[in-house]
């Protein structure tokens, strides 16, 4: 009796456990045909590289942004970085600079009147640096709501008002007599 009572248990559980990686089985194999279904509509998607479009921003070491939108007045610029366009909404600073951060992408646009930066905050590294457009490299500003609120790059800001040149008269009488 205990044989049979045993017997019947062990086939209970064959059969539950059969059972179970039978169900198993068919979803791992529908997940691998929608992860390579995924894999192979990315692939395209990869491989189209959208044109730029833009300002040309030249960088160094031979590195090139374009930025769509007008910085003055857009609240989102586009930047077309290596075949790929992200759109980069503006953030406050306490600093003056304008800045562009998208957190999903990471990528970090700063721009001071003098040049522009471009960040990966995700990775942690500096993208491209001494970015100017052709306006810049003439010897202008950025053309930023910073830029526009203070006096051109050119003209410095703490400079000395000019002296008057003093008449002998006045000089003669702030001269003690003895």
């Not at 019947?8 to 390579?36: D, H």
């Not at 930025?67 to 306490?94: A, F």
């Not at 003439?138 to 703490?158: C, E, K």
Request: aromatic share 4%; charged share 20%.
């Amino acid at each position: 009796m205990k044989k049979l009572i045993l017997a019947a248990c062990i086939s209970a559980f064959t059969l539950g456990t059969v059972g179970t990686v039978m169900a198993q089985e068919p979803a791992k194999k529908s997940t691998t045909k929608k992860a390579t279904a995924k894999k192979s509509k990315a692939a395209p998607a990869a491989e189209t590289a959208s044109t730029p479009t833009g300002e040309k921003w030249q960088c160094e070491l031979g590195n090139v942004l374009y930025i769509s939108g007008n910085m003055l007045r857009d609240e989102v610029l586009t930047v077309h970085w290596q075949g790929r366009d992200y759109k980069l909404p503006r953030q406050s600073t306490v600093t003056g600079a304008d800045r562009y951060f998208d957190a999903r992408s990471g990528l970090d646009l700063v721009v001071i009147p003098s040049k522009a930066m471009l960040f990966n905050k995700n990775l942690g590294q500096r993208l491209a640096d001494e970015c100017q457009n052709a306006e810049m490299q003439a010897g202008g500003a950025a053309p930023t709501q910073a830029g526009g609120l203070r006096a051109p790059v050119a003209s410095p800001l703490l400079a000395a008002p000019p002296q008057q040149p003093q008449s002998d008269a006045t000089q003669q009488s702030a001269v003690p007599k003895q």
